[in-house]
């Protein structure tokens, strides 16, 4: 079975400051789609990013950017130029068909 | 203008009863799904359907039915209610096949307590 790995339970960063989610994931699949998604206290679930496997370029999405290693099994997000607002559960997903499967959640906390 | 609405928002129960939690969507997509979220797991797939006549378990469907009544209506229930079905629940649809983003839209959650 896949499995998606979030290290960090938590992590803080200062306003305006850029900070890097790491996620790892398990598959032996080469054909497949990678997302972050953020939770905030309205438990809304919204889409950040995603990347699908085939494409070599990292995908980018205003000062959300990620960093897709395929042979290490890797999918970190970084976040640039900090704000409030993004303070908030961040789950990384992956997903192959009709398998989808979601890390435990990083808590990004952001300083003013 | 919520394009995935799921109702109730808030659910407290008893042990045994049944429940059951509904979730309509307005984006026209054939496929939706279930899902729990629990403290530190993450979300995990209870159920998928990806049109009306076709449904499917995911990781976690023990305790758990659905029924599609249409397109846009996926209602989860919880035949016998217990306390480890406490979680958060999320309603979701994808795009997929017509779209080609493969993105899942989830709705605004039910968290349910079963005491």
């Known amino acids: 079975a896949q499995t998606v790995t979030q290290s960090q339970p938590e992590m803080s960063v200062q306003e305006a400051e850029t900070v890097t989610l790491s996620c790892t994931y398990d598959?032996?699949?080469?054909?497949?789609?990678l997302f972050w998604y953020k939770q905030p206290p309205s438990r809304q679930m919204i889409l950040v990013i995603r990347q699908e496997a085939y494409k070599q370029q990292n995908a980018t999405e205003n000062r959300f950017s990620v960093n897709f290693q395929k042979a290490a099994k890797s999918f970190s997000l970084k976040i640039s130029d900090s704000q409030l607002g993004d303070a908030a559960m961040y789950f990384c997903a992956y997903r192959r068909f009709s398998d989808m499967r979601f890390g435990a959640g990083t808590r990004l906390t952001v300083k003013p | 203008d919520a394009d995935v609405t799921q109702t109730p928002r808030n659910r407290i129960t008893k042990t045994g009863k049944r429940i059951m939690l509904e979730c309509s969507q307005t984006k026209g997509h054939d496929r939706m799904y279930w899902y729990r979220q629990d403290p530190g797991l993450g979300l995990r797939l209870i159920y998928y359907s990806f049109d009306v006549k076709d449904i499917n378990k995911g990781e976690i469907s023990d305790g758990y039915s659905v029924s599609r009544q249409a397109q846009a209506k996926f209602s989860l229930s919880l035949e016998s209610a217990i306390p480890n079905q406490t979680a958060l629940y999320f309603c979701?649809?994808?795009?997929?096949?017509?779209?080609?983003?493969?993105?899942?839209?989830f709705g605004p959650g039910t968290r349910l307590t079963v005491l």
């Open positions: 979701a649809t994808s795009d997929l096949p017509s779209g080609n983003t493969d993105t899942q839209y």
């Open positions: 598959t032996s699949e080469s054909d497949y789609y």
